[in-house]
């Protein structure tokens, strides 16, 4: 982690050198000495850190490394404040410069001074580092194995010798991989299973490895545990004497002096004609497996190689060539936790009653990982079952059992692990997860955003810093290190979410280094300086004595009471880069904040704030303004002078009436709009009536990536059509006229962009745009109130690459025929108020990928899809107040003469809205009578078909 401190500073530097940055006398001298010792310390710290743990006077150097980076990051970032203050124009702010001179002439001494004082502690330090030079060069020589986990690893070893009563939960994927093993074609796979550290990866693999059916199907065998030592040679040699010794035959003379290609031979001429099975267990990186595949010889034997893996890239990445198959390890389900969890704490009795409760929750911060059950239950089985209170306390603060507890001392490295593997642009970003609490479902983009505002992604020539975030997120995804919590309908990351027991770990590696400060009550000490603090559920308390002058980001979850900032935080905070008030108690904007040069990041999302006063211009850094949820109908003028705005969304959603027309509510457009061309995300705003220079003014916006508007008239598509040609970076277009009946004209725009993934169409169309079929990257496709004369399914069923189709009011003709061999990728099917609809057929091959049909409101449609048993992939059915005449032909009594139609369909359900909330019924409920109640969906629970 100082590796990833100093190169953040280096990065800071890095402009103070390329602008004409005001010095007083040896200001710039101390910077450049400052640089140039950092660079040289920079080299080692990687080593350094991964050796922090086991080593302490290693540990005390790293921790003075990184506080004078966070220090002299500090002084930047004032003296950058004080040159923005000398930029100030205009004749007032003139005289306020004038009267602020010799304040900023002794701040200036003052930053030099400091600036000393670091350079002075640098060289300390960098005299301490010539010292221990000599140790982190012997540790750069074992590096490859210190990255491998060789200084913890050989505990790996106990998962090899779990007795089948202490492992649970294996039996069906155990049978899934040995049915992989044993059958399918003569040629070599490999097969590769993967997950997050502690899913019992090893001990699955070695339960297969060890399986009767497997050892007499494959006479030649061998496991190798990769992450031991990687050297080549090391690992190549290993496998020829565990191959010799399984066939009983003496090892080659000569086999310690021979070469990687000779090894390399060895194998592949004793395996050639053999059926093998070899494990290639905890491998971490694609070249440790492009290092060995070439010994394994695909000799139509049927032979097969197993590797574990914590990385999804390697798993995939080395079944490719072959063919093979990647086994995503799973948690354990529910009643396997809570079977293991009861066998390890209470030694195979039944859990008390009156500990039921806090077992369950303690149970849960687990979710399912073996290793993570077997630790927690060590510890507790330790505990007087008679002290409630002390399993209480474990459950409020396991995190806190990590530190310095032997029986959760093996589970806290293996969690490590991966993150000590990460490289230093990805540890910020990781450790940047601890500011959300437990259970938090945290919202892609937001996290992207916040990265961003940070200054944690490094720019790269030709990429957005959203792209390489982008890929920085697929990373830690890639690393089993954060999970996929749920996605849109096109298969976009929408949500994530971060194993609790990980959390708590990288919180604690996170307060260590004073990267982020949790405060979760009132009564917690604060770190003396903090940099980053995130308060959950109640307000701290004011600190007198700690600082928050140096506070860069500031986050509320689940705070009620009324919120001052004055009064939490009375000396201020000049240096804020991040405000997150997402859900907080808020009416009113915080002015407050308005002279926080430094902001970059501000969300008021979900707040009750309605005005955004004019201060809100000199925000000079602002990169996102999240008003989304909000009440906030229009912005001043003032916002034009943000020019790094990046993400503005301001609008507000309906969900109770999402079929509804005025369903979403927007922003007024500034005039001006145009000045903001950094902007990628602009939604949504109305088109105001603005003579089309509104319109005019978005073909200036060329960095969009996401637009949004609203209230368009029938006499502004001319202008619109000429703003989207030069949108070439478009990727979400989303567009709603000013009423039901008023026409989107959009026939002027004659070369759409190629790249335009997701269209949003809600308002009267005379015709159906004729470039909407050569848009060969679109995945969602709404069209609400068009009310086409033709049907647009003629136009549409080729479009290669269309997921999710909704269709609301969209043609008023009596008939929609899905053809055979159209709509290839198609998952998401809604048909919405067909007024004229009598019949919908299904051809034979249509949709082969659908997965969701859902029909609602179309009051003439009485008999369900034609040909909707040839829908094989369909998983669910739905209905929304549809004809009872429709629904009667379901029924199981033997009335129902449909029903054969659905019966291959696993959820079948018919919905009606009543009394503000929605009535769900099963069709497996309808066996004697109709309707029988079913449960009851609140109205926000229900999913938003139109949500944009």
Known sequence: MAESAVAFLLHKLAPIFENEVKFVRGGQEEVVYLRRELELIRAFLRIADALEESDEELKVWVKQVRDVAHETEDVLDELALLQAHDHVHGFSASLRRISCCIKNMKARYRIASELK??????????????????????????????????????????????????????????????RWLVKGNSRREVISVTGMGGLGKTTLVKKLYDDQEVKKHFKTHAWVTVSQSFKIEEL????????????????????????????????????????????????????????????????????????TT????????????????????????????????????????????????????????????????VAVSGVLATKDRRRIDEWAMICRSVGAEFQGNDKLDNLKKVLSHSFNDLPYYLKYCFLYLSIFPENHLIQRMRLIRLWIAEGFIEAKEGRTVEE????????????????????????????????????????????????????KEQSVAWPEKIRRLSVHNTLPKVHEKRSVSKLRSLFLFGVVEKLSL?????????????????????????????????????????????????????????????????????????????QRLRHLLVYHLKLEAYAHFYSKSGCKALVQIGKLQSLQKLCFIKANKGCGMIMRELG???????????????????????SIERLTKLRALSITSVGENETIDLQYLSSPHQFLERLYLTGRLENLPNWIPSLHSLVRLFLKW???????????????????????????????????????????????????????????????????????????????????????????????????????????????KDYWKVAHIPEVYSTYWRDGGWDVYSIESFRESFPLPGSVMRSHELRTLWKV
Request: hydrophobic share 40%; with cysteine.
């Open 236 to 307: 190549l040699r290993d496998m020829v004497h565990k191959l010799f010794r399984v066939i009983e035959r003496a090892a080659p003379e000569g086999l310690e002096s021979m070469s990687v290609d000779q090894l390399k031979v060895t194998i592949k001429d004793l395996l050639q004609k053999r059926r093998y099975l070899v494990v290639f267990d905890d491998v971490w990186h694609i070249y440790e497996w492009e290092a060995v595949k070439y010994a394994l010889p695909n000799n139509n034997c049927g032979s097969r190689v197993v590797i």
């Open 310 to 373: 914590r990385k999804s890239d390697v798993a995939s990445s080395s079944c490719i060539e072959s063919k093979g198959k990647v086994y995503n390890l799973r948690p354990l389900p529910e009643r396997e936790s809570w079977d293991l969890f009861i066998r390890k704490t209470f030694q195979g009795n039944s859990c008390p009653p009156y500990l039921m409760e806090i077992c369950n929750r303690i149970l849960r911060k687990c979710e399912g990982l073996p290793l993570a059950i």
């Open 117 to 178: 004082d670091i350079n002075s502690r640098i060289r300390k330090i960098f005299e301490v580092h010539k010292r221990l030079r000599s140790k982190l060069n012997i540790a750069a020589d074992k590096s490859n194995s210190i990255y491998a986990g060789n200084i913890w690893h050989d505990q790996r070893g106990d998962a090899l010798l779990l007795d089948k009563t202490d492992v649970v939960g294996i039996d069906k994927p155990k049978k899934q991989l040995v």
């Open 700 to 722: 200036k916006l060329t960095q969009l990536r996401k637009l949004g508007i609203m209230k368009l008239r029938e006499q502004d598509g001319k202008d619109l059509c000429s």
């Open 566 to 642: 004055h009064k939490l935080f009375p000396d201020g905070f000049k240096l804020l880069t991040v405000l997150d008030f997402q859900d907080a108690p808020l009416k009113k904007f915080p002015i407050e904040i308005v002279d926080l040069y430094y902001l970059r990041y501000l969300s008021l999302r979900n707040t009750k704030v309605n005005v955004i006063p004019r201060y809100i211009g000199k925000l000079q850094n602002l990169e996102t303004l999240d008003l989304k949820k909000t009440s906030v109908s229009a912005l001043p003028i003032e916002v034009l002078k943000l």
């Open 786 to 896: 068009s009310h086409l004369k033709n049907d647009p399914l003629v136009y549409l069923q080729d479009l290669p690459n269309l997921v999710h189709l909704e269709l609301l009011q969209a043609y008023d003709g009596e008939t929609v025929c899905f053809k055979s061999k159209k709509f290839k990728k198609l998952k998401i099917l809604g048909l919405d108020k067909f007024d004229q609809l009598k019949c919908v057929k299904v051809e034979k091959g249509a949709m082969p990928c659908l997965e969701k049909l859902i029909i609602q409101r179309c009051e003439l449609l009485q008999k369900v899809p034609s040909g909707i048993q040839h829908l094989t992939k369909l998983k669910v059915l739905e209905f929304f107040d549809m004809p009872d005449k429709l629904i009667m032909t379901l029924r199981l009594d033997g009335q129902g």
């Open 468 to 519: 390489i975030a982008e890929d920085y997120l697929n990373e830690l995804l890639n690393r089993n290190l954060i999970q996929v919590a749920g996605t849109t309908s096109d298969g976009r990351v929408k949500t994530l979410h971060i194993h609790d027991l990980l959390r708590e770990i990288i919180i604690l590696k996170s307060r260590d280094q004073n990267f982020i400060a949790v405060v």
